[in-house]
């Protein structure tokens, strides 16, 4: 391991300034509970999308594609040749646990006439709009446009059925370039430029169902962010008549609970956080960037895990080393910073304390189980629970370990087992909190726990990122003065 880390900025200059200058009179002791109750409450807000259209588009269809769910599945959109969609719908997005997605009923059908639907389904109610579409652009699509358009609310233009309409045609390249001009060409009539995608909602893998999920997952919290200091600026500074009418409306809506509201409130009475310093502070946190340490001794595999976690074999360009000098990054992982610390019985075996100075600079780590003997690994989650951090332990290679221990005539399960009371245990005698262990191959990310080892760090790094985000900002505002 090397006995010196560059660590690099863990936000970008200019964001850093903006928060330097408005936390420039607090002080650095106040500022990580503060921050993080306001954190907490932003954690509580909601966002409203509504999948809007006209009966028969594919809304629930689409709604079903974009949370990965069958139409036979347990809370899947019911679909169907009729209009299945009675009354607007509520749905829980599964990776953005922020976000709730509002199927509307279609517009144009007897139930729900052209001339009342907007009202009817009440648009101010949300935040953002998916406008669907199938076969061509109508006049009730650019009416629904017209509607959103006065509300100065975001929405996406989103053709279904492309898999129907590109099987009619001899060139399909050709008929998608004419679909979606044609989308466009009525769009640039009111000078807009909206996205435009075209989705099949049954061949997912195909056309811009994987970038419309992508893209919505890039801007949806940045468009949160926004939204929720808008309210605050409403709330804070608009006047008492504006101020009820927002709060009635995120009351209405529960976006916050009555406590959050309250809770608000009090702090801009007692700390300034208004809506300037909110949208400030948001959007550093958007581009703040954890530091994740994976720790094992030499041939342990920390590297081989790093490049699991990024998605590359080892041999591959871009694979992490056992170097430590650039940190590996994931698009499974935004804004997260993979370090391979590998080798870590050079140092800790010489001095501990030098080993705590190195662990401070982290948010969060992995540690790695390898020699059991030497208990390196009980020593680090000590050195980590006093630096009052998080982390998750890992046993790699355990396919290995099985095969060595086939003459014991158990089943691998019996065997698995067998390894993890063995941990419980040494946890135990070391004093240690009680900590799950993932048994895995990282060249078989099916294999044992390594599905349930990345979605516990995904969980954990949800958790922790307010706190580590509250406390870096602290230390930047203490070194300034």
Known sequence: MES????????????????????????????????????EVFDHFKMDIAVTGESGAGKSSL???????????????????????????????????????????????PSFASKSYVKTMNF???????????????ENNMLLIDEIEKRKKPFYFIRTKIDNDVRRKKNK?????????????????????????????HETENYDMQKLMDTFKDEVSQLRAAIFSDFLDKMLHGGWITARYATNHIQQTGKLETEDITALQDMYKRTGYG?????????????????????????????????????????ECGAASESISNPAMSLGYPDVRF????????????????????????????IIVSDWQKARHLKLAKAVEELRKHYLLVQTKVD????????????????????????????????LSEQQMFLINSLDRSAFDFVSLESALSCDLNTVRSSAFAYYIARIVKEQK
């Open 4 to 39: 010196r880390l560059y660590m690099p900025p863990k936000i970008q200059e200019d964001h850093l300034n903006k928060i330097k200058d408005v936390f420039a009179s607090e002080s650095s002791e106040e500022i990580p509970h503060r921050l993080i109750s306001l954190l």
């Open 173 to 201: 390249f050709i008929a998608l370039d004419q679909m979606r001009q044609d989308c466009e060409k009525y769009l640039k009539e009111k000078k807009l430029d909206p996205h435009v995608f075209l989705v099949s909602s």
């Open 63 to 109: 709604i079903n594609a974009m949370l990965g769910l069958n139409p036979d599945d347990t809370g899947a959109a019911p679909t169907g040749a009729v209009e299945t969609t009675k009354q607007a719908t509520m749905y829980h997005h599964s990776n953005l646990p922020h976000v709730r997605l509002w199927d509307l009923p279609g517009m144009g059908t």
């Open 400 to 431: 290995h370990h099985l095969q060595a221990q086939s003459e014991l005539y158990c089943d691998e399960s019996e065997m698995l087992d067998g390894i993890r009371a063995q941990f419980i245990q040494e946890l135990q005698m070391a004093n």
């Open 275 to 315: 809506a300037a310093k909110v949208s400030v502070v948001l959007e550093a946190l958007s581009h703040f960037q954890l530091d994740v340490a994976v720790l094992g001794e030499t041939g342990s595999g920390a590297s081989t895990l790093v490049n699991a976690f990024i998605g590359l074999k080892n041999e």
């Open 339 to 366: 370090w391979d610390i590998s080798g870590v019985e050079a140092v800790m075996d010489y001095s501990m304390y030098e080993m705590k100075q190195h662990l401070n600079c982290f948010d969060f780590y992995i």
């Open 124 to 138: 101010d109610l949300y935040d953002m709009f998916m406008i669907v579409i199938s076969e061509r652009v109508r």
